[in-house]
């Protein structure tokens, strides 16, 4: 299961979620577990950057 930060884009995180089994990745800060984020996040994120046009935006643990 890859590892993210809530810093780090979408776009630099996707390509370490490709055959990840279960879709999700850990944010991780200091050291510990601060969230998961899911395929369903990621599709959520994507529509919603859409409709307000913020696609370049995009940024794991925020939305």
């Known amino acids: 299961m890859p590892l993210t930060s809530r810093e780090e884009s979408l776009t630099d995180l ?3 979620m490709v055959g990840c089994e279960d879709g999700r990745a850990l944010v991780v800060e200091d050291g ?4 998961i984020v899911t395929s369903r996040d990621i599709s959520h994120a ?7 046009g ?5 940024v794991a643990g925020r939305g």
């Open 14 to 16: 996707l390509p370490r």
């Open 54 to 58: 913020t696609g370049a935006d995009l």
């Open 32 to 35: 510990r577990l601060i969230g």
């Open 46 to 52: 994507v529509s919603v950057s859409d409709l307000h």
